[in-house]
């Protein structure tokens, strides 16, 4: 294939043409169309424009030209998956499978549906989100909410089915509702939404962490929870890769206790990590529930990254998550042990062209200290 970085002329124009999407976006879209609403309805809106575009055959062409930005060096093999390049959109924003087409226009180089749940999750009373840019952070609230596990993973695996390049993983939680069991009934709804999802993605990760459901966090409230989950778990034939979404907040010796559990099940890579709990230090209205994105998880989240790399070495792959904007903090979090990286708050804060800005920075950053390919710069300040 032909590389964007190895033409003198489509190089040009990809970097001009991200410049205008960060001006167009920072002084023309965000004031007046995405931050002059409330942040519920410029979700809304947001996904209806993924709808509306998808099917655009000339402007999927036009944002592809403009905005993918490729080369070799960022290119990448994780888990037996071979990615363009290590960033994925992170579970909790496209909920319903409804990005797909755009993200893999724009160049991502995978995205992580859902979280969704086996049976259709109204989630939590609105508003679900909350701007704290000051932060460069949003207070999320959402519970789950989405469409039921039968159709997101039909629509992803039709997604990663038509996808140029872009690898598509689901993420499956338990549903938040009112029959919300016992453990039991827990552990029978996640194997509910994996055996819909055994086969149909590139990946699937198993979110035990979601903060802001009736249930809590039960399978990471003790390891014995944890081990009974992986135990119904690894019945299910599954060809993909799993991966666990982690908690941010636990003491390191609880945590360890877990990943002790998920080292003897079929689990290859680890999501690290969910949102904030801890708002110490922040000035944060007492009645807004749930949990921190973006800037509040960044430092915490590289800690656990290198904690983790150093006590398990490769026995997990790591998708790092929390707080990057810019490519040197997408290199912070490699170098620190991540393999790929996921966000979300940079596309509302920064702009969906944020994504070219990322590969086209960590590609400079990997060149300039002497890596031919990021999986080498995967932790080398440990």
Known sequence: MSYVSESFWHDAVNKATTDLFTFGYKHIIKPNFVFNVPPDEAHDRMITFCQLTKNITPLMWLERQMLNYTDPVLETTVMGVDFANPFGLSAGLDKNCEMPVLLDNAGFGFETVGSTTSRVCPGNAKPWFHRLPEYDSMMVHVGLANIGSDTVIERAEQAWTKARSMQISVSIARTNDSLTGDLAEGIEDYCISMRRAAGRTAMVEVNVSCPNTKAGEP?????????????????????????????????????????????????????????????????????????????????????????????????????????????????????????????????????????????????????????????EAVGADL
């Not at 135990?231 to 034939?237: E, G, K, P, V």
């Not at 390191?252 to 110490?280: F, Y």
């Not at 042990?337 to 596309?347: Q, R």
């Open 219 to 375: 399978f990471t409230a003790s390891p014995d929870n944890l081990d009974q989950l992986f135990t119904a778990l690894d019945r299910i034939d599954r060809p993909q890769p799993t991966l666990v979404k982690l908690p941010l907040n636990k003491p390191w010796a609880e945590l360890k206790d877990l990943l002790d559990v998920l080292a003897e099940h079929n689990v290859q890579g680890l999501s690290i990590a969910n949102l904030q709990k801890d708002r110490t230090g922040l000035a944060i209205p007492h009645d807004w529930e749930g949990g921190l994105s973006g800037g509040p998880t960044y430092r915490a989240s590289n800690d656990l990254i290198r904690q983790v790399r150093r006590e398990y070495g490769d026995r997990f792959a790591i998708a790092g998550i929390g707080g990057v904007f810019i490519p040197e903090q997408a290199y912070a979090k490699i170098r620190s042990g991540a393999d790929l990286v996921m966000f979300i708050s940079a596309l509302m804060y920064r702009g969906p062209q944020q994504i070219t800005v990322l590969k086209r920075g960590l590609a400079e950053l990997l060149k300039r200290d002497g890596f031919e390919h990021v999986s």
